[in-house]
């Protein structure tokens, strides 16, 4: 690998954790979006098959909504899995909603496809959101 790759594969990371941390901080603004950004989220209206499109857009249908489960949220990050070209990142994380009662941990591998200038184009979330949609589901 050259220093190029290195660098690519360095922002790659930081792009995803800035996502993280940004959930964490509760600071949608520090979460580097482009503009005509695209989401499919399990729990955004209209699921996976309906992207979100725009980054106001993610303000108000996605972020909004989330805000009430941020409080207190505890992020692991687990590990980076970078594709050939270098294009797109997937992380993989134990993201722990305190807010519930009993706390559910999410376990997430989220994908984010980036610009050459470190901005998000593309989010994918990939979880199980029965613990926090249906909380009990377990026990049935």
């Not at 399990?42 to 499109?53: A, K, W």
């Not at 249908?61 to 805000?67: A, D, G, H, K, N």
Request: net charge negative; proline share 9%; charged share 25%.
């Amino acid at each position: 690998m050259n220093t190029q790759d290195d660098e690519r594969r360095q922002l790659l990371k930081s792009v995803a954790e800035a996502y993280f941390r940004g959930l964490q901080q509760q600071d949608f603004a520090s979460i580097p979006y482009d503009e005509n950004v695209t989401l499919r989220a399990p729990l955004s209206p209209g699921g996976v098959n309906r992207p979100l499109v725009g980054e106001s857009v993610l303000r108000t249908q996605w972020w909004q909504p989330l805000v009430p489960a941020l409080p207190g949220l505890q992020v692991r990050i687990l590990d980076h899995y970078i594709n050939e070209p270098s294009t797109a990142i997937v992380t993989e994380a134990e993201i722990t909603i305190t807010v519930l009662d009993p706390p559910v941990t999410l376990r997430v591998a989220d994908r984010f496809t980036v610009s050459d200038e470190g901005k998000i184009l593309e989010q994918e979330n990939h979880f199980d959101p029965r613990d926090v949609t249906n909380p009990g589901w377990q026990d049935a």
